[in-house]
T-cell receptor, first 113, second 111 residues
Framework: GENVEQHPSTLSVQEGDSAVIKCTYSDSASNYFPWYKQELGKGPQLIIDIRSNVGEKKDQRIAVTLNKTAKHFSLHITETQPEDSAVYFCAARGPGGSYIPTFGRGTSLIVHP | DAGITQSPRHKVTETGTPVTLRCHQTENHRYMYWYRQDPGHGLRLIHYSYGVKDTDKGEVSDGYSVSRSKTEDFLLTLESATSSQTSVYFC??????????FGPGTRLTVL
């Protein structure tokens, strides 16, 4: 089955800096890669996703890049703000009729004012 | 926000007692999932459903059972709760199996 590794487990940055979280996956057939943000005491919420036919996707300060050859995808947050502090999860989902994503273990992002 | 609720939001129970958690959706999404979240383990899939009365096991299904008698409700039952089942439980729904929408979670403590 699919295996997703996420790094780092904790990331501490100063407000205004950029943050990058990287995930690697094992199944080359995976074709859908979402990123979720989980604030304290809440459920995860989708912030951005990318499909295997796209190399990069951007939404304001957030971007995701996908390298299918190396089987890794990354979340980039620019101009970080204190409200970006949260736990971020990546996931990978297989092709065809698969509807079970595999999640990374999460990255705790701390943005210091 | 997707219309998904979980009840109860908090529960404290004793070892050996049965516990049922409820997930309710108003989105008419086909797929429903139960996860548990523990420090250092991220989100682990317990059971999932791909339609009414269609369910299957996830990676950590031992000690748990589920039922889905109608589209909007997905129940998770701990037949005899153990301390190792103390966790935060999240329900999620998905229309196509891609994006998942998570509920607010249920914090369960088994003493």
């Amino acid at each position: 089955g699919e295996n997703v590794e996420q790094h780092p487990s904790t990331l501490s940055v100063q407000e205004g800096d950029s943050a990058v979280i990287k995930c690697t996956y094992s199944d080359s057939a995976s074709n859908y890669f979402p990123w979720y943000k989980q604030e304290l005491g809440k459920g995860p919420q989708l912030i951005i996703d990318i499909r295997s036919n796209v190399g990069e996707k951007k939404d304001q300060r957030i971007a995701v890049t996908l390298n299918k050859t190396a089987k890794h995808f990354s979340l980039h947050i620019t101009e970080t703000q204190p409200e970006d502090s949260a736990v971020y999860f990546c996931a990978a989902r297989g092709p065809g009729g698969s509807y079970i994503p595999t999640f990374g273990r999460g990255t705790s992002l701390i943005v210091h004012p | 926000d997707a219309g998904i609720t979980q009840s109860p939001r908090h529960k404290v129970t004793e070892t050996g007692t049965p516990v049922t958690l409820r997930c309710h959706q108003t989105e008419n999404h086909r797929y429903m999932y139960w996860y548990r979240q523990d420090p250092g383990h991220g989100l682990r899939l317990i059971h999932y459903s791909y339609g009414v009365k269609d369910t299957d096991k996830g990676e950590v299904s031992d000690g748990y059972s589920v039922s889905r008698s109608k589209t909007e409700d997905f129940l998770l039952t701990l037949e005899s709760a153990t301390s190792s089942q103390t966790s935060v439980y999240f329900c999620a729904i998905s229309e196509s199996g891609d994006t998942q929408y998570f509920g607010p979670g249920t914090r369960l403590t088994v003493l």
